[in-house]
């Protein structure tokens, strides 16, 4: 996990982070300490209600992708 080219985040059912690894950390310029324990959606700001419509839906069981979803950075594109 933490050594992942692959940016991470980890949150509970609730949408809490409870790990983020390296790559993430640098991607979003944050320490741990700034959004372990935070809601997802404080930590990254305006995000779309159908992403978190996804992300809720995943968490309870539903196979889904965001494969059709990406955000853009400076230098790289994430896919969610």
Do not use: K
Not at 1 to 19: H, K, N, P, W
Not at 70 to 76: C, G, I, K, T
């Amino acid at each position: 996990f933490e050594q992942s080219m692959v940016a991470t985040c980890l949150y509970d059912r609730d949408l809490f982070i409870v790990g983020v690894n390296a790559r993430w950390r640098a991607l979003m310029g944050v320490r741990d300490d700034q959004v372990v324990g935070r809601h997802l959606r404080d930590v990254l700001g305006a995000t779309p209600d159908r992403w978190m419509e996804r992300m809720n839906r995943a968490l309870a069981g539903e196979a889904v992708d965001f494969h059709d979803e990406a955000a853009l950075r400076p230098e790289e594109v994430v896919y969610l």
